[in-house]
C-alpha cells in the first residue's frame, strides 16, 4: 500500500511563508503526477497546484505567483512554498499521488493564517 504523509502545516500570520513536504513511500514516485489539494471548514476539496512526472507545473489562479509546487525524485518528496499566505488560505493541504490507474491520498496537514 502507497503511503503518503504530509508536514510543514502551522500557524503563520498573513503576508508570512510555509513549506509543505510530501513523502511517498512508493519507489515509483518519479512516474507519479503529483497534486495539493485544500479543503477549508464546511467546503469542498480543491485542486491547488500539480507538477507532473516530468516536471510541468500548474496552479490555481487564488495562489498563483504566490506558491510553488516542485519534487524531488531521489528523496521521493514533493514540495509547496507557500509564500504571501492570506486567511483564505487556511486549510487542510493534502497530497495525492496518480497514475493512470489509482490514486493515494495523504493524511493532510493544517495551515492557519491568522495575525
Known amino acids: 500500500q502507497v503511503q503518503l504523509v504530509e508536514s510543514g502545516g502551522g500557524l503563520v500570520q498573513p503576508g508570512g511563508s510555509l513549506r509543505l513536504s510530501c513523502v511517498v513511500s512508493?519507489?515509483?514516485?518519479?512516474?507519479?503526477?503529483m497534486d495539493w489539494f485544500r479543503q477549508a471548514p464546511g467546503a469542498q476539496r480543491d485542486l491547488v497546484a500539480t507538477?507532473?512526472?516530468?516536471?510541468?507545473?500548474n496552479y490555481a489562479d487564488s495562489v498563483k505567483g504566490r506558491f510553488t509546487v516542485s519534487r524531488d525524485n531521489a528523496k521521493r518528496t514533493m514540495f509547496l512554498q507557500m509564500d504571501d499566505l492570506k486567511p483564505e488560505d487556511t486549510a487542510v493541504y493534502y497530497c495525492r499521488a496518480r497514475d493512470a490507474v489509482q490514486y493515494y491520498w495523504g493524511q493532510g496537514t493544517q495551515v492557519t493564517v491568522s495575525s
Open positions: 507538477i507532473t512526472s516530468g516536471g510541468r507545473t
Open positions: 512508493s519507489n515509483k514516485f518519479s512516474i507519479y503526477t
